[in-house]
């Protein structure tokens, strides 16, 4: 029996990236449940290799022509839409059997918002005298969304680790439920009282995470045990795509260094952990604290061949030569570089100081202390063209450094979350803000949006096969092949791009060996070839090589 069950629901979507998944804001809710003296226990339907194949969505048949037929090839984007973890019936048996009289669930992401809804009616189906709370970022931007379901008795808006002992407290002395923090309900009358997000005024007032009680043997990496850190909450920045920063309502702050290191003393040392991610927004704004914590990380655990990431993507005028050998020194690979566009124009629309001088110094410091560079960017946003985003593609072919391109979505809270909802371009269904549901076709058309991504894929190839000491194949006119090899990837990837390189015209490959031609604009292709020189393409140091 438990007092307190948290839920991680399942996703649905055409891909899933584990090691994005460390529930570590339910770790950190339990912590603050737990000292006040609450059995816990966290449901996380994800952590599991179960994935089941389901039908395209109605609302998302217009991505058919995209990612209707299976591409075994380097150029593939994506194909199987799926459920991924357990299924919802298991969910709601394993509810009644904890036997918790509250169950909170995660609603972090608007796109999955249906799966936790979902996730609280079969919990209220199975285990009607349960409490079923919803938190998460989704319910805190989109309250009165969250609550259209009879089945989720309360949402409580901003930082769980503050609302959640409140409300708990509240419900058990039978209080007024209009002092909890971030707490939304319904009146007797039928409409909401929606309070305003709770926020932890100093994080280090409370526990570090219960990551005990993640189970951490499906967030492996490698040999070793993974982790994720949050060393900062909130950002300062005021990007308008980016619902987590001054336009936001929770403010920027950062935790103290030993706390920190307390965090991550527990995952290497009791734990195993050898693989940390930072999931800071902005992990190395504060330069005297940041440089703190890689000298104590190096001094502690540098015999231990730590891997460091910061997955959200470094500010690259925050760097300086130092910080990134630094960086290496204390276990970083690579440096996620969150670049935004090449274009000074763009930078300003997406509300960004101009990073582009900074991001090129970086590129440098990264070679010389050996850190492999990955540089982010963004397509398809509202009045954002196609030859916009091609103009980035064809900048970073030259730079030591791997082309990541996300396709914009309207996140809710941020600045253009109201934009587009005041131009009228926000699509009718939750389900469709996400990037692999291609939402906009403003500036851009999805035709060109797709055809933006596979030159990525294609730009990307390019610069791994440079990082492996290989040249890249010269051109070749198209020869029908029969069958290729589906099961060497490399091999056939390199048939492709000879013929990509001849006529520009993007080739995928069926699980029976068979070629066959996506559809692509073939301007954009066109202009890409005349662009980027093979010669001139430059790896990303991600095989260990210098990236040249």
């Known amino acids: 029996m438990t007092d307190i069950l948290l839920i991680q629901p399942p996703i649905r979507d055409?891909?899933?990236?584990?090691?994005?998944?460390?529930?570590?804001?339910?770790?950190?809710?339990?912590?603050?449940?737990?000292?006040?003296?609450?059995?816990?226990?966290?449901?996380?339907?994800?952590?599991?290799?179960?994935?089941?194949?389901?039908?395209?969505?109605?609302?998302?048949?217009?991505?058919?022509?995209?990612?209707?037929r299976p591409d075994r090839s380097p150029f593939a984007l994506f194909h199987q839409y799926r459920h991924f973890g357990l299924g919802f019936e298991r969910i709601g048996r394993m509810a009644r059997e904890s036997g918790a009289r509250l169950v909170g669930i995660s609603s972090l992401f608007t796109a999955y918002a249906a799966e936790a809804v979902k996730t609280a009616e079969v919990v209220k189906a199975w285990h009607p005298d349960c409490t079923v709370v919803l938190g998460g970022h989704h319910p805190t931007a989109l309250p009165e969304q969250a609550m259209a379901s009879s089945a989720v008795d309360f949402v409580l808006r901003g930082e769980g680790e503050v609302a959640l002992p409140a409300l708990v407290s509240a419900l058990e002395a039978n209080r007024p439920l209009t002092a909890v923090p971030g707490i939304v309900y319904r009146r007797e009358n039928g409409t909401l009282h929606v309070g305003s997000p709770a926020v932890m005024a100093n994080p280090d007032l409370y526990p570090l995470p219960a990551v005990h009680l993640i189970d951490g043997r499906f967030y492996r990496r490698k040999s070793g045990a993974s982790a994720v850190v949050v060393a900062s909450r909130g950002c300062p920045?005021?990007?308008?795509?980016?619902?987590?920063?001054?336009?936001?309502?929770?403010?920027?702050?950062?935790?103290?260094?030993?706390?920190?290191?307390?965090?991550?003393?527990?995952?290497?040392?009791?734990?195993?952990?050898?693989?940390?991610?930072?999931?800071?927004e902005n992990l190395s704004l504060d330069r005297a604290w940041f440089m703190a914590l890689l000298s104590a990380m190096k001094q502690r655990f540098g015999h231990l061949d730590l891997e460091l990431r910061a997955?959200?993507?470094?500010?690259?005028?925050?760097?300086?030569?130092?910080?990134?050998?630094?960086?290496?020194?204390?276990?970083?690979?690579?440096?996620?570089?969150?670049?935004?566009?090449?274009?000074?124009?763009?930078?300003?629309?997406?509300?960004?100081?101009?990073?582009?001088?900074?991001?090129?110094?970086?590129?440098?410091?990264?070679?010389?202390?050996?850190?492999?560079?990955?540089?982010?960017?963004?397509?398809?946003?509202?009045?954002?063209?196609?030859?916009?985003?091609?103009?980035?593609?064809?900048?970073?072919?030259?730079?030591?450094?791997?082309a990541g391109v996300s396709v914009f979505y309207p996140a809710p809270g941020s600045l253009d979350w109201k934009r587009c909802d005041a131009m009228g371009l926000l699509p009718l269904q939750t389900s469709l803000m996400r990037s692999s549901a291609l939402p906009l076709a403003h500036g851009a058309t999805r035709d060109e949006t797709v055809t933006v991504l596979r030159l990525a894929r294609i730009l990307n190839f390019m610069k791994y096969?440079?990082?492996?000491?290989?040249?890249?194949?010269?051109?070749?006119?198209?020869?029908?092949?029969?069958?290729?090899?589906?099961?060497?990837?490399?091999?056939?990837?390199?048939?492709?791009?000879?013929?990509?390189?001849?006529?520009?015209?993007?080739?995928?490959?069926?699980?029976?060996?068979?070629?066959?031609?996506?559809?692509?604009?073939?301007?954009?292709?066109?202009?890409?070839?005349?662009?980027v020189s093979p010669d001139a393409v430059r790896g990303a140091g991600m095989a260990g090589t210098d990236g040249a």
């Open 237 to 280: 920045m005021a990007c308008t795509y980016c619902c987590f920063g001054a336009h936001g309502p929770l403010p920027y702050r950062r935790r103290g260094l030993e706390r920190v290191l307390a965090e991550i003393d527990i995952a290497v040392t009791r734990d195993g952990a050898r693989f940390i991610d930072f999931e800071d």
């Open 311 to 402: 997955m959200n993507g470094l500010f690259p005028p925050s760097l300086d030569p130092d910080m990134v050998q630094a960086m290496a020194a204390a276990g970083f690979n690579t440096l996620n570089l969150s670049l935004g566009s090449t274009s000074a124009a763009r930078l300003r629309a997406f509300g960004r100081p101009d990073v582009r001088a900074a991001f090129g110094r970086a590129l440098v410091w990264a070679r010389a202390s050996g850190l492999a560079a990955v540089g982010y960017v963004i397509t398809a946003a509202p009045h954002q063209s196609a030859d916009e985003s091609l103009a980035d593609l064809i900048d970073l072919a030259s730079r030591r450094v791997l």
């Open 465 to 531: 096969l440079k990082d492996r000491g290989e040249p890249i194949p010269a051109p070749q006119p198209w020869a029908d092949p029969g069958r290729l090899d589906p099961g060497d990837r490399i091999g056939t990837g390199k048939r492709l791009l000879q013929w990509f390189l001849h006529d520009g015209r993007i080739r995928g490959l069926a699980g029976d060996g068979v070629v066959f031609e996506h559809g692509a604009v073939h301007r954009l292709t066109r202009t890409f070839l005349a662009s």
């Open 14 to 68: 055409f891909y899933l990236t584990a090691k994005r998944t460390v529930p570590y804001g339910l770790a950190s809710v339990a912590a603050a449940m737990m000292a006040q003296g609450h059995t816990v226990t966290i449901l996380d339907a994800l952590a599991t290799t179960r994935k089941k194949n389901l039908s395209m969505p109605a609302e998302m048949a217009y991505l058919t022509p995209y990612y209707g």
